[in-house]
Nanobody, 111 residues
Framework: QVQLVESGGGLVQPGGSLTLSCVAS????????MGWYRQVPGKQRELVAE???????NYADSVEGRFTISRDIAKKTVYLQMDSLKPEDTAVYYC?????WGQGTQVTVSS
């Protein structure tokens, strides 16, 4: 069983930055694909960013240029660096590996 634990969420002012972390444990390859998703109450969960096993990335149009996904293979950790945050980025952010999801971490962008 794979466990994913997100951390790093919190309250930040518009224009600020946060870095989210997701630590994977259990039966998981050293090199792994990972995705970050977010969900706002009343809306469907949406893809924010993905990093493929080979290291390639893709981003939602709404965050490209502001968010960066990266990973530390040795630590089995994926990161989401979020810069120039906007109120519309407010959501619960989840990491995903295959069929497994983390518990989510709240990001609130507000003055």
């Amino acid at each position: 069983q794979v466990q994913l634990v997100e951390s790093g969420g919190g309250l930040v002012q518009p224009g600020g930055s946060l870095t989210l972390s997701c630590v994977a444990s259990g039966s998981i390859p050293s090199i792994f694909a990972m995705g970050w998703y977010r969900q706002v109450p009343g809306k469907q969960r949406e893809l924010v960013a993905e990093i493929r096993g080979g290291g390639g990335t893709n981003y939602a149009d709404s965050v490209e240029g502001r968010f960066t996904i990266s990973r530390d293979i040795a630590k089995k950790t994926v990161y989401l660096q979020m810069d120039s945050l906007k109120p519309e980025d407010t959501a619960v952010y989840y990491c995903k590996r295959g069929p497994w999801w983390g518990q989510g971490t709240q990001v609130t962008v507000s003055s």
